[in-house]
C-alpha cells in the first residue's frame, strides 16, 4: 500500500482552492476535487482546514490580495499628485479588468462570498474599499463623513457593471465602461 503524500500546509490547500476557482469555477470548489488536484485523500484536506466555508473564505480572501495588489501597482505608476478622480478612474478600471481574467472568484468575492462571509471580522474590511482608499489621503478618520457617499455609490456602480460584463448580461468594452465612471465622476467627485 503506497503512502499518501503531505501538504506543506493549509497555503498549499488555498492555492489548490484558487486554481481549481480560476479554471472551473467556485461550484467546482469541494474536499473531494481539491483532495483529487493535491493527489491525497479527501479527510487530509480537513487536516489544514476547517470545513469547505474555511476554503472559500481564504479563496475569497486571495481574491482580494489578486485585485488590490493590481490597484496597488496602478496606482503607484501614476505620477503624483494624483487626485480623487484620477485615483477613481484608476481603481474603476483595475477592478473591471480583474472581473473580466477572474470572473468566477469576482463574482464569488462581490455576491455570494459576501453574503455568506458579511458577518465575518476578517473579510468585512474588504468591502467599502473605495472609500478606503479615497479617504487616506485627506486623513479620513474611521466613520462615514457626507463627502465619502459618492465613493460608496461609485463602487456599487463599478462592482455591479463589471460583474454584469464578466457575466455577459451587458456587452461594454474597456472604453464603453470608462466611459460610464466617468460620467458618474465628473458629476459626483470634487477633485
Not at 481574467?101 to 458579511?118: C, K, P, T, V
Request: charged residues 25%; proline residues 3%; glycine residues 6%.
Amino acid at each position: 500500500m503506497s503512502r499518501e503524500r503531505s501538504l506543506c500546509g493549509k497555503e498549499e490547500v488555498i492555492k489548490a482552492a484558487m486554481g481549481i476557482a480560476d479554471r472551473e469555477g467556485m461550484e467546482a470548489l469541494s474536499a473531494r476535487r481539491i483532495a483529487k488536484e493535491l493527489g491525497v485523500s479527501s479527510m487530509t484536506i480537513y487536516n489544514y482546514v476547517k470545513n469547505l466555508n474555511d476554503v472559500k473564505k481564504r479563496v475569497l480572501i486571495a481574491g482580494f490580495d489578486r485585485l488590490y495588489s493590481g490597484v496597488y501597482q496602478s496606482l503607484s505608476a501614476l505620477e503624483p499628485p494624483v487626485g480623487r478622480r484620477t485615483m477613481c478612474r484608476t481603481m474603476a478600471l483595475e477592478v473591471f479588468r480583474f472581473a473580466q481574467a477572474n470572473r468566477s472568484i469576482f463574482s464569488f468575492m462581490f455576491f455570494d462570498g459576501r453574503n455568506l462571509f458579511h458577518e465575518d471580522a476578517e473579510v468585512r474590511p474588504f468591502y467599502a474599499f473605495m472609500t478606503r482608499f479615497v479617504s487616506r489621503p485627506r486623513g479620513h478618520v474611521a466613520g462615514w463623513r457626507p463627502d465619502d457617499m459618492p465613493f460608496n455609490l461609485l463602487e456599487i456602480i463599478i462592482t455591479t457593471m463589471s460583474y454584469q460584463c464578466a457575466e455577459g448580461v451587458i456587452k461594454l468594452t474597456e472604453q464603453a465602461f470608462m466611459d460610464h465612471v466617468n460620467f458618474f465622476i465628473e458629476r459626483c467627485v470634487d477633485e
